[in-house]
């Protein structure tokens, strides 16, 4: 079987599996009774919580949840704590089946915006959200976006991964580059220059993985002018003049700086291809770099940090969002949200983020000054993330229907597919016709 046969079967197999759990809870779960009072004083020990949490690139963040955490609030209140750690890619079809079943996790990490995907299924924490964000010096825009659904908080923000692109200076200055390119075009000149002297590539995933594939070309999206709808999320307008001059420029700089074998990548193979020296370039989370420093000493040195260029439209990010929520089918929901309120907290959360060295960054705005855990200035740029990052559905509110498309990938195949050889014009058409069934329109 040929490559590109080989990834447009895996491709669409993906696809059917995580639109299948996508839909799963809100099609056929009955609607859980609304979840007790939290009113009242709670009652922690003898009691049992469940977190299901995600496995973090960097081993001391899973540290902190499975040690820490315990000994520091589980152990002191008396409380049996379960923290039950699953593969990104893996915590959808999880959650899905607890919500389905009525049972499973106190507690569960979200991502993107399943707390409007599922929002039937989840208790108001729309006060504990209130005193975090406060506390914290307020939720970045974005943060607030995924997590709150019709004005109900359906969830907390926990975090978000800010996605950066990790390069190789002395590689990008022996192709005759200064400084890492400001714009889409300059990138493609500079990828292919680097390419041609090193025969190294830029690594970019595109394939069905949580984080790296949606968080580039969501953005590279929008910087042409692109989006999934309107302002409203009510006229569709992925058929458009701007998409397909995203397209063509995305193809240009697919074949001229990257390789296909990345159509068959998940969020973990550009960390090891990039650890290998296999690759000069790739988007990912600060794992790289920290992992680098670690094992690597010279990788590291040679290692700079830069956002993502801009497009014609601007310069936007997507990181990815996290969140916490408490189905509403935990009848004592009290530990929960006490555990939710604790990790939270600024100082608590402080502790994290310094276990973590800033890998994942705080939903408040805190986390960029007072709660910082790096002086490493190779990081700055991660600082500006809460502030330029967009959501599932930009520019129109974050949705049911957006967030169900982002679970099908329907996006990361529009541009996988110009990748693999379609047009561009095909391509939006498959999309265009993707998005009508779960929009509705």
Same mark, same amino acid.
């Given at each position: 079987m040929e490559a590109r046969e080989i990834a447009t079967n895996r491709l669409s197999r993906r696809r059917f599996l995580y639109g299948a759990a996508a839909l799963a809870a809100a099609a056929c779960a009955p609607a859980a009774s609304p979840s007790p009072s939290a009113s009242g004083p709670v009652?922690?020990?003898?009691?049992?919580?469940?977190?299901?949490?995600?496995?973090?690139?960097?081993?001391?963040?899973?540290?902190?949840?499975?040690?820490?955490?315990?000994?520091d609030w589980a152990k002191p209140n008396g409380v049996d704590l379960t923290v039950e750690l699953v593969s990104a890619n893996e915590a959808q079809p999880k959650i899905v089946a607890a919500l389905q079943a009525g049972g499973g996790p106190d507690v569960m990490l979200l991502q993107w915006t399943?707390?409007? =995907?599922?929002? *039937?299924?989840? $208790?108001?924490?729309?006060?504990? !959200?209130? %005193?975090?964000?406060s506390?914290?010096?307020?939720?970045?825009?974005?943060?607030?976006?995924?997590?709150?659904?019709?004005?109900?908080?359906?969830?907390?923000?926990?975090?978000?991964?800010?996605?950066?692109?990790?390069?190789?200076?002395?590689?990008?200055k022996d192709a005759g580059a200064t400084k890492f390119p400001e714009t889409w075009s300059e990138l493609t000149k500079v990828g292919a220059d680097v390419k041609a002297k090193s025969k190294l590539f830029l690594g970019q995933a595109i394939g069905h993985s949580f984080g790296d594939p949606p968080t580039f070309v969501q953005p590279f999206l929008w910087s042409y002018g692109g989006s999934e709808t309107d302002e409203s999320g009510k006229k569709l307008a992925v058929n458009s003049a701007a998409t397909k001059d995203a397209l063509?420029?995305?193809?240009?700089?697919?074949?001229?700086?990257?390789?296909?074998?990345? =159509?068959?990548? *998940?969020?973990? $193979?550009?960390?090891?291809?990039? !650890?290998? %020296?296999?690759?000069?370039?790739?988007?990912?989370?600060?794992?790289?770099y920290l992992t680098?420093?670690?094992?690597?000493?010279?990788?590291?040195?040679?290692?700079?940090?830069?956002?993502?260029?801009?497009?014609?439209?601007?310069?936007?990010?997507?990181?990815?969002?996290?969140?916490?929520?408490?189905?509403?089918?935990?009848?004592?929901?009290?530990?929960a949200r006490e555990l939710i309120s604790y990790i939270m907290a600024p100082k608590n959360y402080g502790s994290f983020m310094k276990a973590g060295k800033g890998y994942t960054l705080a939903p408040y705005k805190k986390g960029e000054g007072d709660l910082?855990?790096?002086?490493?200035?190779?990081?700055?740029?991660?600082?500006?993330?809460?502030?330029?990052?967009?959501?599932?559905?930009?520019?129109?509110?974050?949705?049911?229907?957006?967030?169900?498309?982002?679970?099908k990938y329907i996006l990361v195949d529009m541009f996988a597919?110009?990748?693999?050889?379609?047009?561009?014009?095909?391509?939006?058409?498959?999309?265009?016709?993707?998005?009508k069934r779960v929009y509705k329109l």
């Open positions: 009652v922690l020990k003898g009691t049992k919580v469940q977190l299901l949490h995600w496995t973090s690139f960097v081993p001391d963040e899973d540290k902190w949840f499975k040690e820490t955490l315990v000994n399943w707390s409007h =995907l599922y929002a *039937d299924k989840l $208790a108001d924490v729309s006060d504990i !959200a209130e %005193k975090v964000g506390d914290g010096g307020g939720f970045y825009d974005a943060m607030k976006q995924n997590a709150q659904v019709q004005g109900t908080w359906r969830a907390v923000p926990f975090g978000m991964l800010g996605n950066a692109i990790h390069y190789r200076d002395s590689l990008l063509v420029a995305f193809k240009d700089l697919f074949s001229k700086a990257a390789d296909p074998q990345v =159509l068959s990548w *998940d969020d973990s $193979a550009n960390n090891r291809s990039y !650890a290998a %020296k296999q690759i000069w370039a790739t988007l990912n989370g600060a794992s790289i680098a420093v670690k094992d690597a000493p010279d990788l590291a040195k040679d290692t700079k940090l830069a956002l993502l260029p801009s497009g014609p439209k601007g310069q936007f990010l997507l990181a990815v969002p996290f969140q916490y929520a408490v189905p509403k089918y935990v009848k004592d929901p009290g530990p910082w855990p790096s002086t490493d200035a190779t990081f700055d740029p991660f600082r500006k993330i809460g502030t330029l990052t967009k959501w599932y559905g930009y520019p129109a509110p974050p949705s049911t229907a957006a967030a169900e498309s982002g679970s597919k110009v990748a693999q050889g379609d047009t561009p014009e095909s391509a939006m058409s498959w999309a265009e016709g993707e998005l």
